[in-house]
């Protein structure tokens, strides 16, 4: 079965930087378009970016601290944030689309404060 489980949250101070990781099983992840999505407490679940089995990115509002990338080799996705802000708080998510249906994996929580 598809399964994704995200690492890699903590608390993080203002202006600090954070690496999340994806491991992915159950698909054929080199051959998939990965993403990553975020959702902060009372706010909609919202876009971060994006990378191609080719390496191409789509970046969201965070276009300019973000990193994707992957590691094919390792099944694995990563996120790599830099200037946080405590705006930045919320639960990540790292999805990919098999067959028009979605999947998440549990989230990793990000926790952006002094």
């Known amino acids: 079965q598809v399964q994704l489980v995200e690492s890699g949250g903590g608390l993080v101070q203002p202006g600090g930087s954070l690496r999340l990781s994806c ?3 159950g698909f054929t992840f080199s051959a998939s378009t990965m993403g990553w999505y975020r959702q902060a407490p009372g706010k909609r679940r919202e876009f971060v970016g ?63 404060s002094s």
């Open 50 to 112: 994006s990378i191609s089995s080719g390496g191409t990115n789509s970046e969201g509002s965070m276009k300019g601290r973000i990193s994707i990338s992957r590691d094919n080799a390792k099944n694995s996705l990563y996120l790599q944030m830099s200037s946080l802000k405590p705006e930045d708080t919320a639960v990540y998510y790292c999805q990919v689309r098999l067959w028009g249906t979605d999947y998440w994996g549990q989230g990793t929580q990000v926790t952006v």
């Open 23 to 25: 491991a992915a099983s």
